[in-house]
């Protein structure tokens, strides 16, 4: 036992120094740890790969995107994370995966036909062998216009095949792009306050009293399970073989005809042999399967322990779910990968934070921000009606922008809090990173930091290069691994961990608009 005492004293020392780094570290050593951690050692496209090639497609409700979440806090309690848990909230609608989906032409050619299935619609119980018809929508119908246009076609829809609507295509768009170096340093200066609306917005042309294009379908679904069709098809109106299907948002199955979202160039095919009065036949299978019992969702959340200020949490994730079409690689597996690869980083380092960071696994997010909503209400409450933890907020990293690094940063606060963040960000100006600047919005929209926004809380967008994300990967069947770029993704997990190291450090949280300054509530 003496004699090994010489040995294992040095190592026992050892240990203690490494858990302890920060004693005696520059924020320059931390910040070249953690570029070396995350830029030669990196794992991200590990986590990004089992994500999407493993698990796939992680639609909110259905089996594989709880199976996901677990996974993403196994791993991440293998690395020592601790607190892990799955955060409850209603989601209070069925479960729905599709299983399998074919379609083909069968006259007068021979042909596979390239479509993706609409959520939460029934499937075919077995191949559908029909006639195809083409269906026109009237633009932007009142109730009374739409009523006499489906009266027309009353009694010629039995057992029929629909192609519902015409399939013009989007104009071609310029494919993969990063931002201008100028404009964007321009964009991310505290005082340059983030004007953007959260989504492009256009007014709608037409009657006051027109039905929005969820009425106009929901009345035409209704009234084709009423006359009996068989399946329903909708043009992609995307260019390049891009499909985009959403759902049926009443989530009713019975509300709902067998629905498959076609690309365009087969939609166009078909629809022009149509208006050549060819007789076109199509075979369609739809299988799905639904469970109506998952009306329970869960946010995945865990934690690196803080230590003097414990109770302060500074939160980073993105949502976890994602369409059904694809596997989901750039909305957003990518920011989930970048997050647990930023606490590994930490985790690996032995950094030991001051205030607990918290990495956060949203859900529902495409059906509309749901599950990051729940979570801030049940655990922050709002600026209004807060909750007993409201001031221990410390901020929220969110990302959600597809593969591409992070440029800037968009905080919601008066112009000081940018200008902390602005300063956190300076030493990252050689890996693309410009600043930060302020918003005062509290308007739902864009992602999950919104949620937090919305509450008066300091959510943090992290701004990303566009690459493909909005011309052709996002909530595309074309979402997949292959579209991530693995350096930016790299510099996006180096910037998230130093920024949230940072701020679960530093003696103060980050600054909010004083109560008489806070902007008002939605
Ligand atoms: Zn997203």
Known sequence: MHRFKGIVLPLLLAAV??????????????????????????????????????????????????????????????????NARKDEWDWGRPGWENVRFSAHMVSPANDALIGEVLAWTPGTDGPVRAEAVQVAVPERPTDEVLA???????????????????????????????????????????GVADATPARPYTAPTGPENALSAREVRSRI????????AAVVITPSRMEHGLIRAFANYTFDLERSLPSVVMRTEDYQR????????????????????????????????????????????IYLGGHIDSWHSAT???????????????????????????????????????????????????????????TQNYQNFGGYLNLDSGTGRIRGLSVFGPV????????????FADLGVVG????????????????????????????????DYFTTTWHTNRDTYDHILPDDMKQAAVV?????????????????????AMPEGP
């Open 416 to 427: 000081e809090t940018a200008q902390v963040l602005h300063e956190i960000v300076q030493p």
């Open 270 to 313: 078909i629809s022009r042999l149509l208006a050549n009065d060819v007789a076109v036949e199509l075979e369609i299978d739809i299988r799905n399967n639904v469970y109506p019992e998952r009306t329970t969702e869960y946010n995945y959340t865990i934690d690196i322990p803080g230590t003097d200020l414990a109770h302060e949490v």
């Open 148 to 190: 006499a246009h489906l009266d027309g076609l009353r009694g010629s829809l039995t057992g029929k095949i629909i192609l519902l609507g015409d399939g013009t295509p989007a104009p071609t768009r310029e494919m993969a792009r990063r931002h201008d170096d100028e404009e964007i340093a321009e964009r991310f200066q505290p």
């Open 17 to 82: 120094i490494w858990t302890t780094p920060a004693a005696g570290q520059s924020t320059e050593d931390i910040h070249r740890m953690i570029r070396q951690e995350g830029l030669e050692n990196s794992q991200v496209m590990d986590h990004l790969q089992v994500l999407t090639d493993y698990f796939g497609a992680r639609l909110t409700g259905s089996p594989t995107l709880e199976a996901s979440g677990e996974w993403a806090l196994n791993r991440m309690e293998s690395w020592g994370l601790q």
């Open 221 to 228: 679904d209704e009234f084709l399970i009423s006359e009996g």
């Open 436 to 467: 930060a600047r302020e918003t005062a919005s509290r308007r739902l929209g864009g992602s999950d930091h919104t949620a937090f926004n919305r509450a008066g809380l300091p959510g943090i967008s992290l701004g990303q290069d566009p690459i």
């Open 496 to 516: 998230s961990a130093a920024v949230a190291y940072e701020l679960a450090t530093r003696d103060e949280l980050l600054p909010r608009f004083a109560p008489d």
């Open 328 to 386: 989901g690689a750039t909305d957003n597996a990518s920011g989930v990968s970048v997050m647990m690869e930023a606490v590994r980083i930490l985790q690996e380092l032995g950094l030991q934070p001051r205030r607990t960071i918290r990495v956060a696994f949203w859900t529902g997010e495409e059906q509309g921000l749901l599950g990051s909503q729940a979570y801030v209400a049940k655990h922050y409450g709002t600026f209004e009606e807060p």
